[in-house]
């Protein structure tokens, strides 16, 4: 059974920094892509950062120079270091594992966590 699950989010005033942390368990062969996606109520979800299993990353405009994702493919997990908070980085932030390759079978699986939420305060 593969189960992805988040943690590190928190109340931070502006200009601080927080990590999220998503970690995927389970019988796993390799993970293609890792990335954070962020809702706030009554908006679409949006990708934050992602990060490929061949060491590419991708930003959102917003957060490119503040966030950096980071992988350890050992151990099927995904960091998102956030500096300089703003106010309008509160969301709730989700994990997501895409083609993950279940070890035994040729299947791959999408996973999401259920979502970390981060609030900055001004």
């Known amino acids: 059974q593969i189960r992805l699950s988040e943690s590190g989010g928190g109340s931070v005033q502006a200009g601080g920094s927080l990590t999220l942390s998503c970690t995927v368990s389970?019988?796993?062969?390799?993970?293609?892509?890792m990335a954070w996606y962020r809702q706030t109520p009554g908006r679409q979800r949006e990708l934050v950062a992602e990060?490929?299993?061949?060491?590419?990353?991708n930003y959102d405009d917003s957060v490119k120079g503040r966030f950096t994702i980071s992988r350890d493919n050992a151990k099927n997990a995904a960091y998102l270091q956030m500096n300089s908070l703003k106010p309008e980085d509160t969301a709730t932030y989700y994990c997501y594992a895409d083609k993950i390759a279940v070890l035994g079978t040729p299947h791959t699986i999408d996973s999401w966590g259920r979502g970390t939420l981060v609030t900055v305060s001004s």
């Open positions: 990060a490929t299993n061949y060491g590419t990353t």
């Open positions: 389970g019988s796993i062969a390799s993970i293609n892509a």
